[in-house]
């Protein structure tokens, strides 16, 4: 257990500055827990005073139930990965070096500790190629895998992680949430992980702690209770004008009707027959898309110029699996109004419409409203879980 309580926890700095304000929080052993907020509103004191790297002004906090003032602090930190961001490597020493650093510190033997590294690097995506170079010569995405992979070498129970992809870029960033996903599903740590980025959070966090002004907490709860009920104003619009929207990727798309596409190979292009108003998707031997095209791409083509000047197929893919935000912008951003449904091997299954995702929508809603009246008419003790 390895369980993490903050019990009126209030943090002034010396020179008055309130950075955390009488804080209540219980996180759960093996839960995923973003603390977000704008900047300045006391996450990063928070999670530091976790690993007594900043000492609380008052209030208790534990970690497995026992009050962490009275540990050791070197002690409490070799169970405690840490993770910064532009992953705070040492830049004199390789890959591997930075990542047997703890284990060796807790007395691990070096060649023991090289090849737990090694597997380590596994672990987290990196490929062991990369064990001798030093951290200037990976990208920014490789850097924060080693990070990640540093903090996890000595197997620590609990992670903490400070707006550890901040610094890399929107593509790189998804890859490292994707596999911070499947780590954590295998390794069930407890992982307190801050960012600014609402995003961010609802992707990632089991629970969600909105911190708001004055490091006053705002709202703790699941991702999408914070989106569809925020508890005030502020937390209304931190989570921002696209909240419906957002709160869409925690609705299923597999019930969403898949209609037939009418697809072409590139051979086949020359011979289609189209309409104004009429799109083909053009897909390769395998039934992986690679674009839309109507009749003017078709006379496009013919008159040789590129085969592609009409299509955009990118943005209308989504995983038949996938939610329903992914379904919709699919549909939205598709040049034919038809989101393409792909199957795992990237062909396609079949396409969706805007209004079909919306239906789909109400349809959840009716079973969910039906759902609390029964409840409500069945006089259960409470709505929800959290109330009870
Ligand atoms: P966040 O992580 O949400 O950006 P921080 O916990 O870093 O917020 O900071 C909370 C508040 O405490 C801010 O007003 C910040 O300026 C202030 N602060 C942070 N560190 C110190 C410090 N060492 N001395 C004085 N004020 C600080």
Not at 11 to 21: E, I, L, Q, R, S
Not at 242 to 252: C, E, K, P, V
Request: some cysteine; charged content about 25%.
């Amino acid at each position: 257990m390895s369980d993490i309580e903050f019990r009126g926890v209030t943090k002034t700095y010396p020179d008055g500055t309130t950075a955390v304000h009488d804080l209540d929080l219980r996180i759960e052993s093996g839960s995923f827990t973003v603390f977000v907020g704008p900047s300045g509103c006391g996450k990063t004191t928070s999670m530091r005073m976790i690993n007594r790297m900043i000492t609380p002004s008052s209030g208790t906090i534990t970690v497995a139930g026992q009050d962490i003032s009275g540990t050791d602090p070197v002690r409490l930190r070799l169970g405690i990965g840490y993770v910064i961001q532009s992953a705070g490597l040492l830049p004199h020493r390789t890959v591997l070096d930075n990542v047997t650093t703890v284990p060796v510190l807790r007395g691990m033997r070096r060649k023991a500790a090289r090849q737990a590294a090694l597997e380590v690097l596994d672990r987290v995506g990196l490929d062991r190629g990369l064990a001798h170079r030093y951290p200037a010569q990976l990208s920014g995405g490789q850097q924060q895998r080693v990070g990640v992979a540093r903090a996890l070498a000595a197997d620590p129970p609990i992670l903490l992680m400070d707006e550890p992809f901040s610094a890399v870029d929107p593509v790189v960033r998804a890859e490292l949430q994707a596999e911070m996903l499947r780590l954590q599903a295998e390794l069930r740590k407890t992982i307190v992980f801050v960012t600014h980025d609402i995003d961010e959070a609802v992707t990632l966090g089991e629970r969600i702690a909105v911190f708001g002004p004055g490091g006053v907490l705002q709202q703790y709860d699941k991702p999408d209770r914070v989106l569809a009920q925020p508890a005030n104003d502020f937390v209304a619009e931190f989570v921002g004008r696209d909240r419906g929207y957002r709160a869409l990727s925690f609705r299923s798309a597999e019930q969403v009707p898949l209609t037939e596409i009418r697809t072409a190979t590139v051979d086949e292009i020359d011979g289609l027959r189209l309409l104004l108003g009429d799109w083909v998707l053009v897909v390769d031997e395998h039934r992986k898309p690679m674009g839309w095209i109507d009749v003017t791409g078709v006379e496009g083509h013919r008159a040789g110029k590129s085969l592609y000047d009409s299509m955009s197929a990118g943005g209308s893919l989504f995983p038949a699996h996938g939610d329903l935000r992914l379904a919709l912008d699919a549909a939205v951003s598709s040049p034919s109004g038809i989101g393409v449904a792909v199957d795992d091997s990237g062909a396609v299954r079949g396409g969706v419409v805007a209004g079909d995702v919306l239906e789909q929508l109400a349809r959840q809603r009716a079973g969910e409203d039906s759902d609390r009246n029964r409840h409500y008419f069945d006089q259960e003790p409470a709505l929800d879980e959290d109330a009870r």
